[in-house]
């Protein structure tokens, strides 16, 4: 009797020891994304169960910051983070996260951009592996185009793009838009045009504040020009989609991301779809700039470390997975290794037949890298007000406009102002 009780101990111990459980902590579309990499990792790692849990993007960045302040307390295996709040994490919470050169990502930095590196990384320390880009570009509705009579291959610049809107206004006496914008309620397109110009809230190091710098001036006086033009409807999240689902916006100016959104919430429209370039500022200038996009880091506090790596890395960095994950999710990947997949030139149906990934993936080595910093919040919410109130303003001078929302970041931040 007493061989059986131990034996039966053993093999219980044993058992418990391969039943491990991974938790990984997303929202929205990367839930089925990321759970559609589970069966090659189990593949890998037998016995391990992952759970995928959809949080909610807000819910996630709030119990990501109490996790860590309470030392990791509660907090998953594998966590989700937005590219842009990243470091807010590494500033305030230097050890909440694992260092993963710790685990050998370092053999992955040259398999990314440059540009997605930029906010994961602390000093030496990289604290996330990067997952999908934002790469933007204008998608449209080739049917409301064409019967405006509107031809996107002639739009290589905002200006043309103005001229379009124009175009549309006259044939549908102003119901249909070429575009939304989120006035009063995000700055998406201020900065995804001082993107495109090469600015940002802050510069490189994230030591000074750059909003007033020449690249940031072109990108909100571009926008203010595209406002007046009344080619765009103003809009939050929801009544973009909205226009979209009632055929009142011809385009949508994001990240690349925002294809499965379109597919998500408007999938009677398959086929109606396309997809070109962001113009550019000017002529022969950049047709490039990101919007968004996550990372996947890994909580100090999880007991699984390894067997955490194993997962990001599978789901990341295995170029089925993240072909898999972008044509059924139209998540755009960061790995660059897919650049010179066949697949990417094969047409999406909901495109009509456009090959839109090549495209899209086509125009990551052309993205301005930037910095975001631990102040990341408060600076959106200063450029969110300037932006609403330039907008709504007779004009006047943007580099001015730019210099005093520089000085009120400076003094939300503390940081000094760039000469």
Known sequence: MHRIVVTTLAALVLALASAQTLTVWVWDINKPAL???????????????VIVEDIGNQNAYDRGLAGCAAGGFGLPDVYLVENNEAEVFWAQFPDCFLDLRDLGAEALRPSFPDFKWAELTDGERIMAIPYDSGPTAIFYRRDLYAQAGIDPADIETWDDFIAAGQTMNAAT?????????????????????????????????ATQVTVAQPGCVDALETLKALYDADVLHVGGWVEQIQLIQNSLAASAFFGSWYGGVIQAEAPDQSGDWGLYLTPALESGGVRASN???????????????????????NALADEANQLHILQNYGLT???????????????VEFFGG????????????????????????EAREVMIGVVNSYLDGPGGNAEEVLQRAARQISQATGLPIAD
């Open 291 to 313: 919007l968004g996009g996550s990372a996947l880091a890994i909580p100090a506090s999880t007991p699984h470390p390894e067997l955490a790596y194993a997962f990001v890395v």
């Open 35 to 49: 759970e559609s990499t589970i069966a090659s990792f189990q593949e890998l790692h037998p016995g391990v169960e």
């Open 354 to 377: 456009q090959a839109v990934w090549a495209d899209v993936l086509g125009t990551l080595g052309d993205v301005p890298a930037v910095a975001g910093s631990a102040f990341f919040q």
């Open 173 to 205: 006496d102003g119901a249909v838009k070429m575009g939304t914008v989120a006035k009063g309620a995000d700055d998406e397109w201020f900065r995804m045009l001082a993107n495109q110009a090469g600015c940002f809230y802050f510069d490189q190091d």
């Open 333 to 347: 990947p960061s790995l660059l290794s897919l650049l010179d997949s066949p697949a990417l030139d094969e047409g």
